[in-house]
C-alpha cells in the first residue's frame, strides 16, 4: 500500500449525546507507518490530505456535539437515507470538538491533541495555521498545567517546546525544552537541536531524519535479561517429544532480536516455511 493510498468509509452511529442516529464518515485503511514517511519535529506524521485526519472526528448534525468518532457508538441501521454528519472543513471539525470538550470539561489532554490535530490537519489542507498554532499552544499549556494525570509529560513539554518555537516564542519555548528529560524517549539530538534553534530564534519547521523517526516509532523493545530459574520448569523440547517418531521437524531458523516494531508488525510466514508445515502435517 503507497502511502497516498487510504479508504474512506461510511458508518452509521449514535451520538451519546442526543441519541440520533446519522451517518458519518471514518478512515479504516492507512498506509502502515513506516521510518521513511515525512515526520515533523513536531511529532506530526504528514498525512497527504487533510480529509483522512478529519475522519478522527464526527459531529452530530442535530445537537453538534463533535468528539473522536470512535467513541461514537455503532448502529445497525444502513448508512442509507438517514441523516448525514455535517459537511464541514476538515480541521474546522477538531475546533468543534475542542469546544465540546470545553462545554463538557472534558479532559484537558484530549482537548489538546484534538488542537493539534486540527493544527496538523489545517497544514494538510494547505491553509493558514496561525490560529491552530496559538489554540494547540493554549489548550497543552492547559493540559500541562493540570497536575491530575499521568503520561509521558515530559513528551508533551518538548511538543509545547516546539510549538511555542514555532509560535516565535522563543523563551518559552528553551524553558519547556528543558523539562523535557529523558523520561520523553525521544533522541537527545532532537531536543538538543530544536532547543539552539530556539536560542538561535529560529521557527522554521524542520522534518526528522529516518534514525530519529525509528527511534520515535519504532522503539527497541527492552526485555529483562535476569530470570528467576526456581520459577521454570523444565519444558520437553520438540526434539525430546519426536525422538521416536519420523515426522519431518520444521525449522524456523535463527531467533531474531526482538523488536517493538516487530511486534507490532509481526512478519508474514515464508512461502517456504508455509510449505514444510504443510509436509509436517
Ligand atoms: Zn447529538
New binding site residues.
Partial sequence: MSQYEFVINTMSVS?P????VFATQTSFRLPEMTTSLPVESDLHRVLPYGIIRSCLVTI?P????AWWTNTFSRHFSLPIGIKQAPEIDSARKFAHAVLTGRKNNFHTLDRAILALNGYWCAKESHQETSKWLILSIQELSAALADSSWEGNRARYHYLLGELLRLNRQFEEAIQEFKLADSTSNLPEDLIINQKTLAQNKNSDPLLLSNEQVKTIFFPALVIPRLMPQELLEPIKTNEQVTENSNSEMVDFGPIQSSTYSAALFPPKKSTALQSKVKATV
Avoid: A, I, L, R
Avoid at 449525546?17 to 440520533?20: A, F, H, K, L, P
Fill in positions: 451520538c449525546e442526543c441519541n440520533e452530530c442535530s445537537c453538534q456535539y
